[in-house]
């Protein structure tokens, strides 16, 4: 952390002095492609290099079209645009950056690779590990659900905020880790557990909607999907108890329901997740990224020492 957290307070150091203070998110960033001394609304801005699971937030002149992939990217009107770097990219990605017609950049941005370790998890309900096919039916209906709830896509720019823990305790589980369940492999690990007592207080991390609230999932229990803007949402998962419903806007702190065990879980924790429309992205480095810009601010804030 402290190599992200250092790098992160250059970063904000060198251009502080050019960006656009909108967010935190926007300070995050350095040149990719920019002209020398173009103003600071013309520079198309994203870091040199993210890491694997990272949200990548940049910024392009107001009005350009960008393209990754196959997806055009959703921009505010201030030029803010994210997305999201899977647990299995590698290499360059590239971002096409269209200013005006028929002017198009490109931005190449490193990815940089994780080592994810092996996680042994025993005492989980065989069930839930090789569920038998009425059961194995159950769970495809209630994924797509969730898959369908993160499909949404709207203007909000909530994820831009500096996420702060929904609930505080040990990590008991880190993104992108292999696990092997009752000694049977499984897949890499979506989220990042927190270990609290049932019955805690889960506080939304950033502003959003609630878009899938439901209890009694198979796999996953009691379940909120909390959308942050342009495909940018957050899970909670094993929840005991849930407090909120479909459609509802919450702030940043309000309470969403309460530490669980509920599904595939071997005691109380809460499993957060977060996501970029499919691609599943590590909560944990949008918390370092807050902490970065906080730190940030209380060095500037400072007094000069005589």
Known sequence: MRS??????????ALAAWLVPVSFADAQTAPAVAPARAPADARIVFPPAAQQGALVIGKVPAGSVVRYGERVLRTTGYGTVVFG?????????????ETAPGRVDSVRIAVTPRDFPTEYIQGV???????????AARIEREQAEVTAAR?????????????????????????GNQRVYN??????HSGMDIAAPTGTAILAPA??????AKPGLYLTGGTVLLDHGHGVSSNFLHLSRIDVKVGDRVTQGQTLGAVGA????????????????DVRVDPLLML??????????????KPATP
Request: hydrophobic content about 40%; proline content about 7%.
């Open 151 to 175: 499909a949404r896509d709207d203007d909000r720019a909530d994820f831009a905020q500096a996420f702060v823990w929904p609930v505080r305790g040990r990590i008991s589980g880190r993104f």
């Open 183 to 188: 000694g049977q492999k499984g897949s890499g």
């Open 85 to 97: 770097v899977g647990r299995e990219a590698s290499g360059t990605l590239t971002l096409q950056v």
């Open 288 to 301: 370092e990224r807050a902490q970065a810009d906080q730190t940030t601010k209380a060095a500037a804030a």
């Open 262 to 277: 509920t599904g595939r879980a071997t005691g109380p924790h809460l499993h957060w997740g977060m996501n970029w429309f």
């Open 125 to 135: 309900p065989p069930k839930t590990v090789n569920p038998p096919p009425e059961i």
């Open 207 to 212: 502003a959003g909607v609630v878009t899938f």
């Open 4 to 13: 992200v957290l250092a790098g992160s307070m250059l970063l904000v150091a």
